[in-house]
């Protein structure tokens, strides 16, 4: 079947930006390139429709035109997500700059300014739910094929799927007696890690090599067999992934990246420190790994709250004392005091309403009493 594509794009300036994706994209990936041609195309075709009378890079203005490309990609409907509206205007103005150094036109790169590019958002990893987690690793188990095995491998590697699909045959390492480690190459960020595994990691790596060998595919040195490019495999991965969660009755919005934010989220609750966590999972940049912090920082807030409405986890109800009480004023102020401690520890218990407010109160006057007392005890 013959692959459809879009008719050239008819418009006085569109040679000259097609000359400026050329020279930029000299040294990138083709998919860096579709992205270029993307946008240069919605930004033509928004000129045509509202602005038809510019027909030379020297008419481009900051208003309207620019402005007006901006508040079309807001309005748009669907609503484009933050990131993507954020790359489009990154990418209009790297080519506008090309444009102002070949044409020696230096007001071209000041068109698109840094100010009306948004702010990423901060968004919070989304690790899996314990229930989610359990679910998924018992039917990986079950159906222990290619794409189960896989997501355990990512599961318990905390590796992003890119980086699992080019992993290599040999990528086993033997680091000493039961002792296993992941090389992961050159992924996202350029940069290669070993990744410390346990036996099940070990079984996972030759039951993946099993179904490679099963492969009609000829051997070209790679972990997992790719009948096509590379995006083909990870699109056929997360199919896969949309077919087991909705055969187990959960969001089908759950996507591979999740596995990762669960192993780095389990990474930080079993004690691993935060130099030791960014090497695990292959960050230069400790801002990228404090994400994964704000998942810890909220489990410390839940268990402050707690510690607070039930302080019995942390100090135990007081026995009473088995010695006998002092004489004098002295046994008063033990009396007095051992009835304060089991009354504000009975008051913690309680949620925020009258009668905690109402012990508040008699708290208060136990501690006037005492202060009456002791200034007896002393005269």
């Given at each position: ?10 418009h006085?300036l569109?040679l000259a930006?097609?000359s400026a ?5 000299t ?6 390139t579709?992205n270029?041609?993307?946008?240069v ?5 928004y ?12 008419q481009l ?7 007006g ?7 748009q ?14 990418a209009?103005?790297?080519?506008l700059?090309?444009?102002?150094w ?9 068109l ?15 690790p899996l ?19 189960g ?11 992003r ?6 992993l290599?045959?040999?990528c ?24 410390p595994?346990?036996?099940f ?5 030759h ?21 096509g490019?590379?995006?083909?495999i ?5 199919d896969?992934?949309?077919?087991v ?6 969001s ?6 999740q596995?990762?934010?669960t ?11 935060f130099?030791v ?25 839940r268990?402050?709250?707690?510690a ?20 004098g004023?002295?046994g ?17 218990s ?13 708290a208060?006057r ?13 005269t």
């Amino acid at each position: 079947m013959k692959r459809w594509r879009r008719p050239p794009l008819q418009h006085p300036l569109a040679l000259a930006f097609a000359s400026a994706i050329e020279s930029l994209c000299t040294a990138l990936t083709p998919s860096s390139t579709r992205n270029y041609d993307i946008v240069v195309r919605h930004f033509l075709v928004y000129l045509a429709a509202e602005h038809p009378e510019v027909t030379r890079i020297e008419q481009l203005r900051r208003d309207p035109h620019i402005l007006g490309w901006t508040a079309c990609l807001r309005a748009q409907t669907p609503p484009l997500a933050t990131t993507t509206c954020i790359g489009r205007l990154f990418a209009l103005r790297t080519i506008l700059n090309e444009l102002a150094w070949t044409n020696q036109l230096p007001e071209l790169a000041h068109l698109l300014r840094r100010e009306d590019i948004p702010r990423t958002p901060h968004t919070l990893p989304r690790p899996l739910t314990a229930e989610q987690d359990q679910l998924l690793e018992q039917e990986f188990l079950r159906r222990n094929d290619l794409g189960g095995n896989v997501f355990l491998l990512l599961r318990r590697t905390g590796m992003r799927i890119g980086e699992c699909a080019d992993l290599s045959f040999d990528c086993l390492r033997s680091a000493g007696p039961d002792q296993w480690a992941i090389h992961v190459p050159l992924g996202k960020l350029k940069t290669e890690r070993m990744v410390p595994g346990d036996a099940f990691v070990r079984d996972l790596v030759h039951r993946l090599r099993f179904f490679r060998s099963l492969d009609p595919l000829p051997a070209d040195g790679r972990l997992i067999a790719r009948p096509g490019s590379k995006v083909a495999i990870v699109v056929q991965l997360r199919d896969y992934l949309h077919r087991v969660c909705h055969s187990l009755g959960l969001s089908t919005r759950i996507v591979p990246h999740q596995f990762r934010h669960t192993y780095a989220t389990e990474m930080l609750r079993s004690g691993v420190s935060f130099p030791v966590l960014m090497k695990l999972l292959g960050h230069v940049n400790p801002e990228m790994t404090m994400r994964y912090v704000d998942v810890a920082l909220t489990d410390l807030q839940r268990e402050f709250q707690l510690a607070r409405a039930k302080p019995r986890h942390l100090a135990p109800q007081p026995k009473p004392s088995s010695s006998k009480l002092r004489a004098g004023f002295n046994g008063l102020v033990d009396s007095f005091q051992a009835s304060q401690h089991a009354l504000e520890v009975f008051r913690r218990s309680l949620p925020n309403n009258d009668k905690r407010q109402c012990l508040d109160r008699l708290a208060n006057r136990l501690t006037k009493i005492l202060a009456e007392i002791r200034k007896l005890q002393t005269t």
